[in-house]
Nanobody
Framework: QVQLQESGPGLVKPSQTLSLTCTVS??????????WSWIRKPPGKGLEWIGY???????HYSPSLKSRTWISRDTSKNQFTLQLSSVTPEDTAVYYC???????????????WGQGTQVTVSS
């Protein structure tokens, strides 16, 4: 059974960098055809896909967030990390990590999800 768990600070100040880690258990993040993604849900809005890092370390980001986003991985810890720079209160959301089985898999079809972690951007 694959399990994902997000971790990181729940409060970030405006203009700082948000950093979250997803720890994966039950399968190596190098498992073929695994696309390890970050998604967020702002209050009162729908899910927003942020980006992914693939099993071969390819990355792909949402065009609207690309200039501020960096996703990396540590295979020795079986973790992948989201960094979102220059945050504003509009980045306040519940952040999820999840797995897709192809680059084209929509978030609605992701098979494994973390429980989500609330991040609030406020001074």
């Amino acid at each position: 059974q694959v399990q994902l768990q997000e971790s990181g600070p729940g409060l970030v100040k405006p203009s700082q960098t948000l950093s979250l880690t997803c720890t994966v258990s039950g399968a190596p993040i190098t498992t073929e055809y695994s696309y390890w993604s970050w998604i967020r849900k702002p209050p009162g809005k729908g899910l927003e896909w942020i980006g992914y890092i693939s099993y071969i370390s390819d990355t792909h980001y949402s065009p609207s967030l690309k200039s501020r986003t960096w996703i990396s991985r540590d295979t020795s810890k079986n973790q992948f990390t989201l960094q979102l720079s220059s945050v504003t209160p509009e980045d306040t959301a519940v952040y999820y990590c999840a797995r897709g089985e192809s680059a084209a898999t929509p978030p609605s079809d992701y098979d494994y999800w973390g429980q989500g972690t609330q991040v609030t951007v406020s001074s």
